[in-house]
């Protein structure tokens, strides 16, 4: 192993040198090759989101470990660097606890991120919510960190070891279908028979509103009837919550429309004037 081929010898610096490139281009081939196979798995299971989390985790995985064996296989196989290995690791007790303190946070990202691809909590695709300020679609869990793409097309790094720890709202992880609520707010002598009516008919119209067979069957119920308006409730399934916020906008101007088309009376606010005497 001293002398490799007559190009280069392993006891020169110049042959130490040339070998080093050698076994890091090999290394960053073979975990290329790796990645692409990987990539072309994960491309074939695009619908399927539970296989697809480990398999892009692991194509994440890859260019590490293999970089991790390439420096091993580099320090074993040179002799004076195999020499000099043997020297530090017999006394390696107070470095391998150094080490492994600064390495801490590291650790536990990666075995956080394991944790999630094993456990599922959420998967590459699902949309889940941390807080209001945290909330998003996962686009990536690599060794370190999670991928959130909000919607403001912004990515959220988040840390596995903080993720695997909060409690997550996931959207999606049975089923894409939710529930969305949708006040209005009507006048005093408004017509609530007809304001009801409007509002499923507009409702059914929504291309994201899950398909039923009457507008008869969304919900809609008076909530409370305060002081200056009557309040409604409809309750509306959407197909997919990625779609809510703009299902509720639309479906509040088209029923406002129908208001003032139909004359619905809308809530007029009434101004309390003292009087001093």
Same mark, same amino acid.
């Given at each position: 192993?001293? %002398?490799?081929?007559?190009?280069?010898?392993?006891?020169?610096?110049?042959?130490?040198?040339?070998?080093?490139?050698?076994?890091?281009?090999?290394?960053?081939?073979?975990?290329?090759?790796?990645?692409?196979?990987?990539?072309?798995?994960?491309?074939?299971?695009?619908?399927?989101?539970?296989?697809?989390?480990?398999?892009?985790?692991?194509?994440?995985?890859?260019?590490?470990?293999?970089?991790?064996?390439?420096?091993?296989?580099?320090?074993?196989?040179?002799?004076?660097?195999?020499? %000099?290995?043997?020297?530090?690791?017999?006394?390696?007790?107070?470095?391998?606890?150094?080490?492994?303190?600064?390495?801490?946070?590291?650790?536990?990202?990666?075995?956080?991120?394991?944790?999630?691809?094993?456990?599922?909590?959420?998967?590459?695709?699902?949309?889940?919510?941390?807080?209001?300020?945290?909330?998003?679609?996962?686009?990536?869990?690599?060794?370190?960190?999670?991928?959130?793409?909000?919607?403001?097309?912004?990515?959220?790094?988040?840390?596995?070891?903080?993720?695997?720890?909060?409690?997550?709202?996931?959207?999606?992880?049975?089923?894409?279908?939710?529930?969305?609520?949708?006040?209005?707010?009507?006048?005093?002598?408004?017509?609530?028979?007809?304001?009801?009516?409007?509002?499923?008919?507009?409702?059914?119209?929504?291309?994201?509103?899950?398909?039923?067979?009457?507008?008869?069957?969304?919900?809609?119920?008076?909530?409370?009837?305060?002081?200056?308006?009557?309040?409604?409730?409809?309750?509306?399934?959407?197909?997919?919550?990625?779609?809510?916020?703009?299902? %509720?906008?639309?479906?509040?101007?088209?029923?406002?429309?129908?208001?003032?088309?139909?004359?619905?009376?809308?809530?007029?606010?009434?101004?309390?004037?003292?009087?001093?005497?």
């Amino acid at each position: 192993m001293d %002398k490799i081929s007559p190009y280069f010898d392993l006891n020169t610096p110049l042959g130490i040198t040339l070998y080093i490139l050698i076994v890091l281009f090999v290394a960053w081939g073979i975990s290329r090759l790796i990645r692409q196979i990987i990539l072309v798995v994960i491309k074939s299971k695009k619908s399927e989101r539970f296989g697809r989390t480990s398999i892009q985790f692991l194509r994440n995985s890859v260019k590490f470990f293999v970089g991790i064996f390439a420096l091993i296989f580099i320090v074993m196989t040179i002799p004076t660097l195999r020499s %000099k290995a043997t020297i530090i690791f017999s006394g390696a007790g107070i470095i391998a606890a150094i080490i492994g303190f600064a390495a801490q946070a590291a650790l536990s990202n990666l075995i956080a991120g394991a944790f999630i691809v094993i456990f599922k909590p959420f998967r590459v695709g699902d949309y889940i919510k941390l807080d209001e300020a945290r909330v998003g679609i996962v686009e990536d869990i690599t060794l370190r960190h999670t991928v959130i793409n909000n919607f403001e097309n912004k990515r959220l790094i988040i840390p596995n070891s903080v993720i695997s720890t909060d409690s997550v709202l996931n959207h999606t992880i049975q089923d894409s279908h939710v529930l969305s609520f949708n006040n209005f707010k009507i006048g005093l002598r408004a017509n609530i028979d007809l304001a009801r009516k409007i509002i499923q008919e507009e409702a059914v119209k929504l291309p994201m509103v899950m398909e039923t067979e009457s507008s008869d069957s969304i919900d809609v119920r008076v909530i409370d009837i305060h002081e200056t308006y009557i309040h409604m409730r409809a309750y509306v399934w959407m197909n997919e919550p990625f779609q809510e916020f703009r299902g %509720k906008c639309a479906l509040k101007e088209a029923v406002h429309k129908r208001f003032i088309e139909e004359g619905v009376d809308l809530p007029i606010p009434i101004n309390k004037v003292e009087t001093i005497d």
